[in-house]
């Protein structure tokens, strides 16, 4: 596996479910990133990670909830969902140089629709 | 603060026809600028990205960018339009302390044959 993998690919849930998202990184990165992708609506960041420690929360409700084991694997655990929470889920990578992040590379996403 | 504003929501072009994009920045401090392309179904892949010295870049695809200081812009064009290059294309800014990147709200590339 090359880049930044994610699995699953397309998802289905009820409101009541617990599923999880997962996202690898294989370039070695020391960031990753979660965004929401909403149709007509800028990418959305969740949650960023830094060598495993989480650095930004977005104000993000607390039914989705990010686990960052070690710097290659990323998690979305979800929860109690609701319908508007429908959409892409982008993971990404980036390499962090001093204070500042490079360029971020980004896997397929997960389409996530809750019923 | 920063933020980036893409103006179109939809372009449609002519096989073999000029493309630009647009996109106007705000920040505070230099930015480092970025175009990603995202075909149906997939993620985001990096076009290009200025971070300094030439303020022409060029990406894949046949893509460049030029920064304008002046002008708070960093439009995206491509001389010759390819039936391949029909996809949404979104601009993004770095934040000041480097750990956040801006997105906008994407445009969407049409390619008529």
């Known amino acids: 596996e090359t880049g930044v993998t994610q699995t699953p690919r397309h998802l289905v849930m009820g409101m009541t479910n617990k599923k999880s998202l997962k996202c690898e990184q294989h370039?070695?990165?020391?960031?990753m990133y979660w965004y929401k992708q909403s149709a007509k609506k800028p990418l959305e960041l969740m949650f960023v990670?830094?060598?495993?420690?989480?650095?930004e929360n977005n104000s993000v409700p607390s039914r989705f909830s990010p686990e960052c084991p070690n710097s290659s694997h990323l998690f979305l655990h979800l929860h109690t969902l609701q319908p508007e929470d429908s959409a892409l889920y982008l993971c990404?990578?980036?390499?962090?140089?001093?204070?500042?992040?490079?360029?971020?590379?980004f896997g397929p996403g997960t389409r996530l629709t809750v019923l | 603060a920063q933020s980036v504003t893409q103006l179109g929501s939809h372009v449609s072009v002519s096989e073999g026809a000029l493309v630009l994009l647009r996109c106007n920045y705000s920040?505070?401090?230099?930015?480092?600028l970025f175009w990603y392309v995202q075909y149906p179904n997939q993620g985001l892949q990096l076009l290009l990205k200025y971070t300094t010295g030439a303020t022409l870049v060029k990406g894949i695809n046949g893509f460049e960018a030029e920064f304008k200081k002046s002008e708070t812009s960093f439009h995206l064009t491509k001389p010759s339009a390819h039936m391949s290059d029909a996809a949404e294309y979104f601009c993004a800014v770095r934040s000041d302390t480097g750990n956040q990147f801006y997105f906008g709200t994407g445009t969407s590339l049409t390619v008529i044959p």
């Open positions: 920040s505070s401090v230099p930015p480092y």
């Open positions: 370039l070695g990165h020391n960031a």
């Open positions: 990670y830094n060598f495993k420690e989480q650095t």
């Open positions: 990404a990578s980036s390499q962090k140089g001093g204070r500042n992040y490079n360029e971020q590379f």
